[in-house]
């Protein structure tokens, strides 16, 4: 079969393994009540439902990326999946919010491993000039899974319980490992030792596990309290000895050429910001429409949905942009989009029309679709040969930590202006300056579309793609 005729099979098991990690996290929102009350759990051991895996997936991503660069990305995928789908089982079958907790990070582990892998195995199928449309269908999916999650997630809840959205997991799961046995990929060009740097790797980890979990626990301690402030700088020092660690490594976890790579950098820094801009503000938009409007859960979903129908349908059009235009040009007018819904959204107040709304929602979802198809198709495309895995850890890593990056400043700018609660103009600012900084990164990626370049030599024959069972 002809690398053409291959590709279909690698976007295809791309796709679902994303959809399954965007589905799993929207429709645990929907669980988590009944999930309560079944389990007699506390507000604080729910919430440790979301934070344990968070944290898991946010702390391994990288290293799970360099994995996949040694051993192969179909393997990770394969294995990644398979766990999801047994940790889901688990949980659906957790007698006590305890076991859903420690289960919930295993999930989180497996999660880490499948979705670098996702990426990669796009960049091994599809030359760099064209990934823009792959990617583009990737990120619609995602759009579309996170936009059925907690439909999806109120029926099983309704009629089956809260067990049932844990058990959905295991048979897509199923279906996705079977499909990526029949992936095969060109093997990827090998630099350097494939040694793991087990210092650099604690130092990561333990560095991202410390700052993710005091951005989570902003809404509930604010910014100033004793123990963030303490966590925060303990973050910063690790990512410090990190840094100084890397620059004398032997085999540092993450590579020179990533490390040195400009517009991977600079994606990377693009896809934090906005990410935080966004998701700051659809947190702070959610809780103003059923608090302060007194919204129904149904009629504030319905206000938010022209944000995902943009992200669906942008993403196609961010594609051909980015082809067009060059990644630079089409991520600054992602950037000014996604400022531009952010500042709409902070004018509203309780007699507003509901157009203006639509209008910013709208905006948010076209802008934040081009963002994240011109960054990733920067990111994976420019990855240096055999860094195809890290480089998309690196960018799950971003897209992990933006959201709770921008949730912590809306928590903290709306408590600092709880009076103000009829409109959310002081509490989304920072979030649309935030946003604003987006366009320095935007201005260092390159300027025209990517290239295909053919490679130098080809692979062997007998090496010519790789499998699930391929050795080291």
């Known amino acids: 079969m002809s690398t053409a005729a291959r590709r279909p099979f690698a976007l295809l098991a791309s796709v679902s393994g994303a959809m399954i990690v965007a589905l ?21 051991q729910v919430q440790w439902t979301s934070t344990s ?48 907790i420690a289960l919930r990070a295993a999930q989180g582990v497996f999660g880490a491993l499948l979705q670098p892998a996702t990426l990669a195995l796009l960049r091994l199928a599809y030359p760099p000039d064209r990934l823009g449309t792959p990617i583009a269908i990737r990120t619609s999916a995602i759009a579309v899974a996170a936009g059925i999650g ?36 060109p093997v990827p060009e090998r630099t350097g030792s494939g040694r793991l ?35 925060l700088i303990g973050g910063l020092v690790l990512l410090t000895a990190l840094v100084l660690h890397e620059r004398r490594a032997g085999h540092p976890i993450v590579p020179r050429a990533v490390a040195r790579s400009v517009p991977v950098t600079a994606a ?7 990410s935080a801009g966004l998701f700051g503000a659809l947190f702070r938009a959610t809780f103003y429409l059923q608090d302060s409007l007194h919204l129904a859960p ?39 989009l996604v400022v531009v ?53 690196l960018k799950q890593t971003a897209m992990n930590i933006g959201p ?15 009076g103000a609660a009829s409109t959310m103009s002081l509490s989304l600012l920072p979030l649309a300056v935030l946003a604003l900084l987006g366009l320095i990164p935007a201005r260092l990626l390159p300027r025209h579309p990517a290239r295909h370049v053919p490679p130098r030599q080809p692979a062997p024959p007998e090496r010519a793609v790789a499998e699930v069972g391929e050795r080291p």
């Not at 990305?73 to 766990?83: E, S, T």
């Not at 990377?268 to 906005?274: D, P, R, S």
């Not at 709770?404 to 709880?418: C, E, H, K, N, R």
């Open 404 to 418: 709770s990056l921008g949730i912590a400043v809306a928590a903290g700018a709306t408590g600092a202006t709880a």
């Open 268 to 274: 990377m820094a693009l896809l934090l910001v906005i």
């Open 341 to 393: 819904g952010i500042a709409q959204l902070s004018r509203l107040g309780p007699t507003s029309p509901w157009p203006s709304m639509t209008v910013a929602f709208a905006a948010l979802g076209a802008g934040f679709a081009t963002v994240m198809v011109t960054a990733t198709g920067t990111v994976v495309g420019d990855a240096p040969p055999g860094c195809a895995g890290v480089v998309g850890g």
């Open 197 to 231: 740097d087990l210092t650099g790797t604690a130092l990561l980890t333990v560095a991202l596990a410390v700052v993710v979990h005091a951005l989570t626990e902003v809404p509930g301690r604010r910014w100033t309290a004793g123990s963030t402030l303490l966590e």
């Open 53 to 100: 895996y968070l944290i898991a997936v946010a702390t391994l991503l990288v290293v799970a990326g360099r994995l996949g660069d040694r051993y192969g990305h179909a393997r990770l995928l394969f294995v990644g999946v398979l766990g999801f789908g047994a940790a889901s089982t688990g949980i659906a079958l957790a007698p006590t919010v305890g076991w859903v």
């Open 24 to 44: 799993d996290g929207t429709i645990l929102l929907v669980a988590q009540p009944g999930l309560r009350r079944d389990l007699d759990a506390s507000v604080a």
């Open 298 to 336: 149904l009629a504030t979903g319905l206000r938010v949905l022209p944000l995902t129908a943009l992200m669906v349908l942008g993403a196609p059009v961010a594609g051909a942009a980015l082809r067009r235009y060059g990644p630079r040009h089409a991520a600054i007018a992602g950037t000014a």
């Open 150 to 185: 907690p439909v999806l997630g109120g029926i099983l809840v309704q009629h089956l319980g809260w067990r049932a959205v844990f058990w959905v997991n295991a048979p897509v799961a199923l279906v996705i490992a079977v499909l990526t046995l029949a992936v095969r990929t």
